[in-house]
């Protein structure tokens, strides 16, 4: 909802600004602009963050971040250790959306919980009289609370997700709030991604006693990773619906050259010609080093000049977490508890053995030096079904496996190598199959 409320002429601009960043940026609200002031909470169907930006959501799932919770809550069951999301982009004056989320394994129960919020932000909006004296100031903002669960089943390739979702929208002179929910479903298997979701249903706004329905919107998405050469590729499409009987189909690829760096592509065709607009592409980078990615987004826009977006992501206890399509039956790898460099090197100085009777004087023997092994690893889990499984799953794709006990713990280790640069060579390799697994070095 567009405010309603004659703030002058200033007021009335920056009004206009606030909706033609919604309508461009949102097909769904760019299809009704006819209907302004008839439904609210339009800035929820603002895609969030650089990588939702600049492509699909179904090719964003497969390289999943915490920003997908306010797209497909399914997509968060593969997240395989906490990921926390933080994003920014700026348009018109001061006008902004930012948002924030957290992502969350709980192994104990197979679930995956993420927390987020996003803002839209108009900055200061001042009202004039005739003589062009400022008489009034105030803003307009949009603001939403978000929480879901989500949880892969292994055995069947399928993710299904919940959520909730608080909205606060401010009008100059007027503030109304409301609830409403998404579900979510995903399924992945050997390459293959299909997604559907349907986001903000049975919601209201309510404004000094008057309802404005939340827009609902609807979402069915193919994906397919075409593994080859030095990267990965992602191609996908999808179809939107909205309430408001809106249909854009969506394209869009995006290409991973590397552990470090992706490239994306996007193009967004909105199937009533009247809605359609000028410049439908956008296009994005993503950079990754460890558990730090930072994202870019670049979205032609259609009133004013181009969006830039930047989103920066971290992830605790795992430097490689991203999913694949073709690692969805690996059993409870899904939720895996950090993993960090162990030794089994034990502390403190050597002792040398008593010597034999009679030989007192005898040198002590010198220890024998250590021997250092690097083990290409899968997960680690707190029970020997559950790395039992895993194993199972990876032999079913073609990758041999075993589990070896460290303490209270499971570990499935793929290979083992004498060398910390063969043991990445085959990193690499297994990386460019689809297969996310990691380097422990081991004293013994």
């Not at 497969?62 to 990921?83: E, H, I, K, V, Y």
């Not at 004056?93 to 709980?106: K, Q, R, T, Y």
């Amino acid at each position: 909802m567009i405010g309603r409320k004659r703030v002058g002429s200033a007021g009335q601009l920056t009004g206009i600004a606030v909706l033609c960043v919604l309508c461009t940026l949102s097909p769904a609200v760019r299809a009704g602009v006819e209907d302004a002031g008839t439904h609210g909470a339009a800035f929820l169907q603002v895609p969030v963050g650089a990588a939702g930006m600049s492509v699909p959501d179904v090719v964003a799932g497969m390289d999943p971040d915490a920003s997908l919770l306010f797209s497909n809550p399914a997509t968060l069951g593969d997240l395989r250790c906490p990921q926390l999301f933080l994003s920014r982009a700026s348009w018109l004056e001061d006008l902004s959306m930012n948002a924030a989320s957290f992502g969350m394994p709980v192994p104990r129960l197979g679930l995956v919980w993420s927390l987020g919020t996003r803002l839209l932000y108009s900055g200061d909006i001042q009202g004039f009289d005739e003589a062009q004296n400022v008489v009034e100031s105030d803003s307009y903002y949009g603001l939403s609370l978000s929480s879901a669960v989500s949880r892969r089943f292994s055995s069947t390739g399928i993710a299904l997700g919940a959520g909730v979702t608080y909205s606060r929208e401010h009008l100059p002179g007027e503030t109304g709030d409301g609830v409403s929910f998404s579900l979510g479903a995903s399924y992945a298997r050997s390459g293959h991604r299909l997604d559907l979701f349907a986001e903000n249903l049975g919601g209201t706004l309510s404004f000094a006693g008057h309802d404005y329905p939340i827009e609902g919107r609807y979402v069915a998405g193919y994906g397919y990773s075409i593994i080859g050469g030095p990267g990965r590729l992602d191609l996908g499409t999808q179809v939107v619906i909205s309430n408001f009987e809106v249909r854009q189909v969506e394209f869009g690829g995006a290409y991973r050259f590397s552990r470090l760096m992706t490239v994306r592509l996007g193009y967004n065709y909105a199937l009533e010609a009247t809605t359609q607009s000028a410049m439908p592409l956008s296009a994005g980078l993503g950079f990754r080093r460890g558990g730090f990615s930072l994202d870019y987004a670049y979205t032609s826009q259609e009133y004013f000049s181009a969006t830039h977006t930047f989103s920066v992501g971290f992830s605790f206890g795992a430097a490689s977490a991203s999913f694949h399509p073709q690692n969805t039956s690996q059993g409870a790898s899904t939720a895996q508890p950090p993993v960090v460099a162990m030794t089994g090197a034990a502390t403190g100085p050597a002792v040398p053995a008593a010597a034999p009777k009679g030989r007192a004087n005898a040198p002590a023997r010198s220890p024998e030096p250590q021997k250092t092994s690097y083990l290409v690893m899968g997960g680690v889990h707190g029970r020997l079904e559950s790395a039992e499984a895993e194993v199972r799953a990876l032999r079913l794709l073609k990758v041999s496996s075993s589990v070896e006990r460290s303490g209270e713990q499971y570990r499935v280790i793929v290979a083992r190598f004498d060398s910390r640069d063969r043991a990445e060579a085959a990193l690499a390799g297994y990386e460019n199959r689809g297969h996310k697994f990691r380097i422990l070095t081991q004293r013994d």
